[in-house]
């Protein structure tokens, strides 16, 4: 079997150094060509079979404009994209296979499952927060993680609120409201806590990466389900780990 070819674009930050030593590891990953913000990306990626991508939120319509047109699988791993750029990626995801995660780690995704069972066993009489912490060199507060996460309890809260018939209180918010908290400092790979408090007990779920390895462990085998004659369409980590079917 021969290798999947890898388009690397964003090779020199952390999460790029990271998949780099990882496809070292993996002799069915094959780095075919390197590219960082700035660089062309078109004449590198004509002999690659799928394209990840850690760089920058600014990079991804142009990056969505050459796979579409050379139908080419993406995995996308940046995070902090405006509507404009969101859009990219959906009209992309029409015609090509894309990975769209906000983190990457099989525990993480596991964390999100877990979260999604924990809030529709528990409930709405559970007050809602969400603790992340990076390192003091992350640009993006709230992380993407942590905004995956208040999207499953919101999305969660409001079926609840339908199924009893009320409005629940998060504290003293408004029902669907939540609280997320961003501690910068350090070099913290990703810490993140979910938790629910409730009337004489406290359920927390944690997370913690003490290497960036995971996510690129991660982010390897998104690129090779993904490449593997998938349809166009958008999909994420979920799918690739078959935990979508379990929601």
Not at 54 to 83: E, P, Y
Not at 123 to 151: C, N, Q, W, Y
Request: charged letters at 25%; glycine letters at 8%; aromatic letters at 4%.
């Amino acid at each position: 079997m021969k290798p999947l070819r890898v388009l690397l674009v964003g090779s020199t930050g952390r999460m790029g150094q990271a998949i780099l030593e990882a496809a070292k590891l993996d002799p069915q990953t094959d780095i075919v060509a390197m590219c960082d913000q700035g660089d062309p990306i078109e004449p590198a990626v004509s002999h690659a079979d799928v394209v990840i991508d850690f760089s920058h939120a600014s990079a991804i319509a142009d990056i969505c404009r050459i796979v579409s047109a050379r139908k080419i699988s993406l995995v996308v791993g940046t995070t902090g994209h405006s509507d404009e750029q969101r859009d990219a990626i959906e009209q992309c995801a029409k015609s090509v296979s894309v990975v769209l995660s906000s983190n990457y780690s099989v525990g993480v995704n596991a964390l999100f499952w877990l979260t999604r069972r924990a809030a529709r066993l528990l409930g709405p009489d559970f007050d809602l927060e969400i603790v992340e912490m990076h390192h003091r060199m992350k640009k993006d507060a709230p992380s993407g993680t942590a905004k995956t996460l208040a999207e499953i309890l919101r999305s969660e809260r409001n079926v609840a609120e339908m199924r009893h018939g009320r409005e629940g209180m998060i504290g003293e918010r408004k029902a669907g409201e939540l609280g997320i908290h961003s501690i910068r400092g350090g070099d913290v790979v990703g810490d993140h806590t979910v938790i629910f408090a409730g009337e004489g007990e406290r359920l927390e779920l944690s997370h913690r990466a003490t290497s960036r390895a995971t996510f690129a462990k991660g982010a390897l085998l998104a690129a090779h389900w993904v490449a593997k004659d998938r349809p166009a369409g958008l999909y994420s980590m979920e799918d690739v780990l078959e935990l979508s079917g379990t929601k």
